[in-house]
Structures are given as structure tokens and as C-alpha cells.
């Protein structure tokens, strides 16, 4: 059987014809549905490049293969190659015997329509909140509240259409976009680690460091990651709380405004921009050598970057977006956008070793949850039962 998934990814292409990402879903996430299916379509934005940047990774391989979209950034773009799109994506699903969504999504939503017109069944893979998304803050476009609610409706319709949903967090995603009884639905985090991810003990209690180092991780695309936030509560630290350096991780056109921000409120000495790090490696050791990691997040799923720090046994705090209080402890938690409570969080967080001890103990136990022996029989099942519905109605072309 073949399956084609949807992916808001946005992947690059060498003249050979192989298909990269720099950081996020490589061909290891996609080979998963290989468990119950014999091909893995990858419909997903695709630009074409000279070469791949260093440290990119393969998408493509055996077994899974990626249909090219028109490659666009931002709603303007979407909406001006609307037409290509749409018959790109309606195109992907020609021989596929299922079609799985991750959502949300622009190009899932016009793909659930059409597949709903036609009484063809579909599942989802819910990996993050449009409620969240579109949250004042998050996203500054005048259409914000129509988006957020249009957003937040074509998912919850979407949660009742389709025949199987698997949700990225336990709880928190499923409340709010519940499926149908009738189907299967499972809580299972596309996240899950390998054993060396895993560090053998947590951390000690010692002295409280000199000159902590916080590092954050994401994106700066967008402001999603709030990381305008963690800038802004560095440059209000209580007086009292040593000198924070912060180090990011990450690449995206808000990088230069954020310098900016860092020179505005007195701290450009003390934070570091360093973009993507070549290989997991290089991101473990800089886990390693930091004492708090922080995700400031005004929107989430189940943040991979965080449950990553937490097998590295570093304490962490994060603000209440999506499932992150599913991960982190009460006290280690503010609201998103919260810049005085955010410092207040830090102050009291590196200055206590046995919270931060508390703290390393704990994220450590929890992200042993994530390791992929524990979740891979889950999302075995979940696929199976996507491929036991779906197949004695195969969807086999139908351009109607």
C-alpha cells in the first residue's frame, strides 16, 4: 500500500535530484510509515538549490519519496500560487492508497475538502494548535482573529471527518479537537529518541553557577517562539541573579530584529546567535555545557527541542503554550508573553542548585517516556489501523 502525508515543511533540492531539510522531519520520521505501508509519498513545499547547506539532511531514500510543491513563505505567497498548489496537492494523491494530514495546515485543509466531497476517508496526525497560532502576539496580520477562527474551525471539522487521528500531546490537543468516538485516536508524540540521546544520571546538586548559560532552540521565522520574550526578561533580571548569557539556536528572517531588541535593551553582549548547529552532536554538547534551557513558546505541540534538553538532563522552564505543561513541572512554568514572570522564573531557577537539581532529575525520568522503543509499537498501531481503513476503499485517481 502506498501512503501520501502532507507536510508544511519546507525542503530543498539538489540538481541530483535528492531532497534535503536543514533541521526537522529527515528521511528517519517519514521511514516510519514504512511499518504498515510499502511507499511513503512526502507532499511538502520543495525550493531547488545549487547544493545542499552543510549539516542538511536527506529526506528522501528508500521507500520514501517527496512530490514537489510550489515553494512559497507567508499567506501572500500561498494565496499567489494558489491554482499550482492546489493541483499539486490534489496531483499527490493519484495511486495513494491513504492519505494521512498533519495538520494544520493550509494545503491539508484544501485537501480535506476535496477528499470530503468525494466521500473519501482520510486520517490526521495533529501536531499543533491554530487557536494558538493566530494568538494575539503571535501572528501581527490584520485578518489575525478571522484566520484564528476559520483556523480553529476547519481543524475541529476536520477531527470529526476523519477515520483515524493520532494528537501529539495526552490531553491538551484532544480536548480542544476531539474525533470521533468511533474512530481510532491515540495520544502519540512524533517525537521519540534513540538511546544515545539519553544521558546515564542527572545532574548533581553544586554550587549555583557564576555565570549562567541559558539556551533556547527554534525557529525565528516567526515570533512563535517567543524568543522576543526571553530577550526582554534577560534585560529585567533582578539585580541580585548573576549574569545570564543566553545562546540560540536557530535561523529565520526575525534574527536581525532580535539583534536589534538585544541592543536596545542593553543585552546584545550577553546573547548569541548561532544558528543551526552542524549535526546532533554539536546541539547535545551546547545542551551540555548550558545550565537552563528555555522555551518561551506562545504557541506549541509537543516541542521536540524541549524533550531533547530534557534527555540531556537539563533543567528547564517554558511558558503554558500547547503540551508543554505536559512535560515541565507547575513551578517551572509562565505565560506566554509574561516578560516579568518569565525573569522572576529564571532568577528563582538559577540561583536555587537544588531546584535545578529538582528540576535535572525530574526532565530527565520524564523524556525516558520519549524513547522510541516505548513509542514506536504505538505509532505501528496507529498506522495499521489507518491502512485497515482505508483499503477496501483505495484511493486510486479520481480528478472529478
Not at 320 to 337: H, K, N, Q, S, V
Not at 349 to 367: I, K, M
Not at 371 to 397: C, H, I, K, N, Q
Request: proline letters at 8%.
Amino acid at each position: 500500500m502506498r501512503v501520501a502525508v502532507t507536510a508544511e515543511s519546507r525542503f530543498l533540492r539538489t540538481p541530483d535530484g535528492h531532497v534535503w531539510i536543514e533541521i526537522g522531519p529527515d528521511h528517519a520520521i517519514w521511514a516510519r510509515y514504512l511499518a504498515a505501508f510499502d511507499e511513503v509519498r512526502v507532499v511538502a513545499r520543495v525550493l531547488d538549490v545549487a547544493e545542499a547547506p552543510a549539516g542538511a539532511n536527506r529526506v528522501d531514500g528508500p521507500g520514501v519519496h517527496v512530490r514537489a510543491l510550489p515553494h512559497y513563505v507567508g499567506p501572500a505567497g500561498y494565496v499567489r500560487n494558489l491554482p499550482g498548489i492546489r493541483r499539486a496537492v490534489i496531483g499527490a494523491t493519484d495511486g495513494a492508497d491513504a492519505v494521512i494530514l498533519r495538520v494544520p495546515s493550509p494545503m491539508a485543509t484544501m485537501l480535506s475538502n476535496w477528499l470530503d466531497r468525494r466521500g473519501r476517508p482520510y486520517a490526521l496526525e495533529v501536531i499543533g494548535d491554530p487557536y494558538d497560532v493566530f494568538a494575539p502576539g503571535v501572528v501581527d496580520h490584520p485578518l489575525r482573529p478571522v484566520l484564528r477562527r476559520w483556523c480553529t474551525g476547519a481543524m475541529r471539522r476536520q477531527c470529526r471527518s476523519a477515520v483515524a487521528v493520532s494528537y501529539e500531546t495526552t490531553r491538551t490537543l484532544q480536548a480542544r479537537y476531539p474525533a470521533r468516538p468511533d474512530v481510532p485516536a491515540m495520544g502519540i508524540s512524533s517525537v521519540d529518541l534513540p538511546d544515545d540521546a539519553y544521558v546515564a544520571a542527572p545532574r548533581v546538586v553544586g554550587p549555583a553557577p557564576q555565570r549562567p548559560t541559558l539556551v533556547s532552540v527554534g525557529s525565528l521565522e516567526q515570533l512563535y517562539k517567543g524568543i522576543d520574550t526571553l530577550i526582554e526578561a534577560i534585560a529585567r533580571l533582578d539585580a541580585t541573579v548573576p549574569p545570564v548569557h543566553l545562546v540560540h539556536v536557530g535561523v529565520g528572517r526575525s534574527r536581525a530584529a532580535l539583534e536589534d531588541l538585544a541592543v536596545r535593551s542593553g543585552v546584545a553582549d550577553r546573547i548569541r546567535f548561532v544558528g543551526w548547529l552542524p549535526g546532533v552532536d554539536a546541539l547535545r554538547d551546547q545542551l551540555d555545557s548550558a545550565d537552563l534551557f528555555v522555551m518561551p513558546s506562545r504557541t506549541e505541540g509537543l516541542p521536540r527541542a524541549l524533550i531533547e534538553a530534557m534527555a540531556r538532563a537539563l533543567p528547564a522552564v517554558g511558558s503554558t503554550a500547547g503540551g508543554i505543561p505536559e512535560l515541565l513541572a507547575p513551578d517551572a512554568l509562565f505565560r506566554p508573553g509574561d516578560v516579568t514572570g518569565l525573569a522572576a522564573l529564571i532568577g528563582r531557577t538559577v540561583t536555587d542548585p537544588d531546584r535545578l537539581a529538582a528540576h535535572s532529575r525530574r526532565n530527565l525520568a520524564v523524556a525516558r517516556e520519549f524513547s522510541a522503543d516505548r513509542l514506536g509499537a504505538r505509532r505501528t498501531e496507529f498506522y495499521r489501523s489507518v491502512a485497515d481503513w482505508t483499503r477496501p476503499r483505495s484511493l486510486l485517481s479520481d480528478r472529478r
